[in-house]
T-cell receptor
C-alpha cells in the first residue's frame, strides 16, 4: 500500500536556526497536506499543496511540492520556541482516494 | 477547532471489555475519520465515514467497528479491548468543498487497556 516516509524523525535546533522536514511518497500524490501537533495537543491543519512544483509561504514557513508530486518539504526560517511540536505530512493518492496517509512526523525541539 | 469533540478524554479499561469512543461534530461535515496515534507510528487510519451509515476500513481496522447513524456522530467500538489497543485516538472531520480538504481534529481520547 501507499507509504509516506518523513525525515528526520527528530530535530533539535537553537532558536534562530532554520529547520527543514522532508516527505517522500512511494506513489504519485494528488495532493499533500501538512499538520502541526503541539506537545499534548492534536494535529492542526497548516496547508495543502496540489500542483506540481507548487510553493506556498506562511510567514516563516515555506512549503514545497515536488515536480513529480512524490515529495514535499516544509522549511521554517529562524525558528522560534513557538515552533516546537511535531510536523506531519499527509498524502492522498491520485484517483480520488479518500484515504489520507500520514508520515510518522518530525518532532522539532527549539533551545531558547 | 471547537466544532469537534471527543468523549471520554481519558479511559482505563480491562482487557476483554468492549469500549465505545464518541466523536461529535457540529460543522455538518460529511466525512469523518478515526485515527490512532502511537509512538513511532504516527497517525494510522482505523475507519472512516463518507456519510450517514456509509463507512469503510482503514489500514488498522482489525478489532474495531464504527457506526454513523447521524451526520454529527461517529462512534468507534473496540469489540474486546486488548493491550495492543492502548493508544491515543483522534477523530477528524472535513468539509466536502474542493477548496479546502484540511482535516479538523478533535482533542483525542487517551485509552489504556490493562
Amino acid at each position: 500500500g501507499q507509504q509516506v516516509m518523513q525525515i528526520p524523525q527528530y530535530q533539535h535546533v537553537q532558536e534562530g536556526e532554520d529547520f527543514t522536514t522532508y516527505c517522500n511518497s512511494s506513489t504519485t500524490l494528488s495532493n499533500i497536506q501538512w499538520y502541526k501537533q503541539r506537545p499534548g495537543g492534536h494535529p492542526v491543519f497548516l496547508i495543502q499543496l496540489v500542483k506540481s512544483g507548487e510553493v506556498k509561504k506562511q510567514k516563516r514557513l515555506t512549503f514545497q511540492f515536488g515536480e513529480a508530486k512524490k515529495n514535499s518539504s516544509l522549511h521554517i526560517t529562524a525558528t522560534q520556541t513557538t515552533d516546537v511540536g511535531t510536523y506531519f505530512c499527509a498524502g492522498r493518492t491520485q484517483g480520488g482516494s479518500e484515504k489520507l496517509v500520514f508520515g510518522k512526523g518530525t518532532k522539532l525541539t527549539v533551545n531558547p | 477547532d471547537a466544532g469537534i469533540t471527543q468523549s471520554p478524554r481519558h479511559k482505563v479499561t480491562e482487557t476483554g471489555t468492549p469500549v465505545t469512543l464518541r466523536c461529535h461534530q457540529t460543522e455538518n461535515h460529511r466525512y469523518m475519520y478515526w485515527y490512532r496515534q502511537d509512538p513511532g507510528h504516527g497517525l494510522r487510519l482505523i475507519h472512516y465515514s463518507y456519510g450517514v451509515k456509509d463507512t469503510d476500513k482503514g489500514e488498522v481496522s482489525d478489532g474495531y467497528s464504527v457506526s454513523r447513524s447521524k451526520t454529527e456522530d461517529f462512534l468507534l467500538t473496540l469489540e474486546s479491548a486488548t493491550s495492543s489497543q492502548t493508544s491515543v485516538y483522534f477523530c477528524a472531520s472535513r468539509e466536502q468543498a474542493i477548496a479546502n480538504y484540511g482535516y479538523t481534529f478533535g482533542s483525542g481520547t487517551r485509552l489504556t487497556v490493562v
